[in-house]
C-alpha cells in the first residue's frame, strides 16, 4: 500500500487542464519552392475551450478544443508573363508550319501575394491521453548541494505529472471561399504595383487585356484545377503540413513542456521557521492515474 | 520567352526598318553559300561586328541575330540557345558567329534597349566595288516585320518609292478572357503598299514583304487614348460657373 495518496476531482482536474490549456502559444514559419510558384508562411496560434471528460480506462479525453490563429499569413509568390508579344509567323512553312517566327518577349515579373488569415478557428476534435510521472532534476542544481542547498537556492528536484497524449486529431484548416476575392484583389494590387508609373495609360489597358481575368491568370500559372480555397487548404494543410506541425506542437508541449501538476522533491511537509530548517520527506514510485471521478496520485516515502 | 520592361517599348511608337528596334525585325535570306561579314551600325557609328556562314549542310531555317546583344547595349538575361550552334566544327560557341542555310533566314531583332540599328553585310571574299547588302535599303524578298502597340492611325510610307498606305490599330478590350493578338497580317511594299489600307488588334503582327527596294517607316499620324478619351471632359451639371466680379 502507498505511502501517500493525492486526489483531485474532476472539477480539479478541469481546472487544472485550463491552466495547461491557457499556457500554451506556438509559433513558426517556414517557406518552400514549388516550381512555378514559391510560398512561405508565418503561423502562431493559442488554444481555447474545449471539453475535458475522465473515463475508468485511465484515460483523459480532451474535445473540440479551439485552435485560434493568432497569425496565419501566408505569401505566395510567382512569376506574372502579364504581357506577351507571341512569337507570330513571318515566313509560312506549308508543311510545318511556320519557317520564320518574330522572337517574342513578355513584359511581366516576379509579383507577391500576402495573405493574411489570421482569425482563422480550427478544432483540436479530439485528444486522448493518460497520466505520466516524470522526475525532473534541475539542469541548475549543482552535484555538490544537498535537497536543502538545491530548495534555498530555488533549484529543487520535482516530480511532474504530464498529460501524455496517446493520439491528437486536428481538423484540416477550412480555408473560406472569400479568400478567393482577396487572393484576386492581392494580385491585382501586386500587378498594379509591378507595373512603372511611366507606363502610359494605353499600354496599362492593353496590358489587362493580355492578363485577361485575375483569376483565371492565378489558376494557370499556379496550377490550380478546382476552386482557390481548396487549393490553399491543400497547401496549408498537406503541402506546409501544418496540420502535422500542429498536432506535434500540441502532444509535445502536453507530454513533456508543461505538467499538469508539480512537486518538489524531496516534499515539505514543515516550512523553516525559528532558526529551524524546513521537514521535507522524500517521494518515490510516483504514479498518476485517472478514473471517471478524479486523478489519484500514489506515492511511497523513502 | 524573354521578360522585359523595357521603357522602349511603350515609347517609341514609330517603326524604321532602317533603324531597327524592338518591335521591328528584317528578315533576310542571303541565297547564295558563303562566308558573310556583317557590321551592326547606329547612326553612321560602326557598334560591332558579326559572321554568319551560310552553308548548305546546315538545316538551319531561322537564325535569330540580336543587334542589341552584338552591339553590347541588351539587358543581361537568361542565355539563350541559338539555332546556329547545332551547326558547324566549332564546340565552343561564339556569340558573332552564326549558320545558316542559303534559303534560310536571317531575323535581325533587338532584343532590349533603344535599338535604331542597321546592318550591312557583304561576302567575305566579295569584290569591295559590290555593293553591300544594307538594311537601309530592303531588298526583294526581304520582310520587315512590325508590331504596333500603341493605339491610333499610322501611315506606311517607302521612302524609296513614295508609296503609301495606311494602317489602324485599334484600342484594346479587357473581356471576360485573356486577349490574344491574332495571326499577323501580311502587306507587299513595292512602288505601291497592298492593300492600301489595313486594321489591325493591337500586338497583332504586320508582315511587310518587300517587292521592290525599299525603306519603311511607321509614323503615328492619330492616337487613339481609348474610351476616356473619347468621353466628354467633364459632366456639364457639376461644372462651377465662374463668379462675375464687377
Redesign the interface.
Known sequence: MSHVTIAASSNAFVQLFNALRDNFTFSKSDSGNFGPFSASYSIAFHLENGSIALHDDNTVEVKHVKVVWDSLTLNVCF?V?GF????????P?PWNGC???????????PICAPLNLSGLVSDVSELSARLKPVYYVDPARLPGWSDLDAEFNGHPNKWKIFVDPVFVHVDPIDVPATVANVLENLVKDAINNM??G??????K??I??????VL??VKGILGIVGSIEDWLSDLLNSVFDLLGILETAIADYFASKYPIFAFEDPYPILAASAGLIPVKIPIRNLTATVNSKEMVVLADVG | MQRTFDPYLFSQIGLDSGAITMLGSVVHSFGEPGEYRGTVRSGKESEATFYVSVDKNCAVAQVNIDLAKLAGTAPSRSTEVKDSECCGDDSRPDESRFVVHPKGYAVFHVSGGRGGYSVTIRRADENREVKAYDTQTLQPGDTFAAVLLRPGVYSIRNLLLKAAGEVTVSYPVIGKAAYRPPAPLNIEVGDKIEPRTVSLHPAQGLNLHVKSAARIKIELVKPDDGPRDRMPSGRAGLKRSTPVKG
Do not use: Q, R
Request: glycine share 16%; hydrophobic share 50%.
Open positions: 512569376n508573363p506577351c508579344i507571341p512569337s507570330f509567323c513571318i515566313v512553312d519557317l520564320v517566327g518574330f522572337p517574342g518577349f513578355c513584359v511581366g515579373g507595373i512603372p511611366w507606363v502610359p495609360g494605353w499600354a489597358d492593353l489587362w487585356a493580355l492578363i485577361g481575368p483565371d491568370l
